[in-house]
């Protein structure tokens, strides 16, 4: 949710995911998807997209929501995203990353951030790793709620990463 350009739809489907990039934006949608047809990845799409449509969504069932920079776009994002949490199968992962200050682009420090990130969720959904306790308050009260157990919080340069695991 939130693809933009696609650069971490792209390098998700580069680590054998098969990904679908939304996002709200046509024009973001039309640079994602020429960067993935130079690149020839067939198992990634990306759709024009608004997030407030869940019900239009096809598939029922996802094994991970990345949520990447949509929190100033909700209004009312608790109602949303316990809509989006019934869509994560079983022992699926929600990520959500939150910009948490601008700093200028380096190639280096994306490349690294993607890297670690894909690496982390490989370990998490192919592994017995499980469980980490809880340790956010307003954000993650809902999904609790819901039967989600928070297993990463994280702080890069310039964003918050926040990792659940349905458990239910």
């Known amino acids: 949710m ?23 934006s046509s024009q973001m949608i039309k640079i994602a998807t020429q ?23 096809d598939k029922n ?10 929190f100033h776009l909700i209004e ?4 949303l995203f316990k809509e989006y949490a019934k869509k994560i199968c079983s022992n699926g992962i929600f990520v959500f990353v939150i910009k948490t200050k601008r700093i200028p682009k380096t190639n280096l420090h994306k490349t690294k951030f993607i890297n670690i990130l894909t ?4 370990k998490i959904l192919f592994s017995k790793y499980k469980n980490i ?14 039967g989600f157990t928070n297993i990463l919080e994280t702080d890069t340069t310039n964003n918050k990463v926040l990792i659940f695991r349905k458990c239910n």
């Open 2 to 24: 939130g693809c933009a350009t696609g650069n971490f739809s792209i390098e998700f489907a580069l680590n054998n995911f098969f990904v679908t990039g939304l996002d709200f």
């Open 35 to 57: 960067k993935a047809l130079k690149l020839n990845i067939t198992n990634i799409e990306f759709i024009l997209f608004d997030i407030l449509d869940i019900n239009k969504l």
């Open 61 to 70: 069932c996802y094994n991970v929501l990345f949520a990447s920079h949509i």
């Open 76 to 79: 009312n994002n608790d109602i």
């Open 119 to 122: 690496n982390l969720l490989r």
């Open 133 to 146: 306790p809880p340790n956010i308050q307003n954000l993650t009260k809902n999904l609790l709620e819901l």
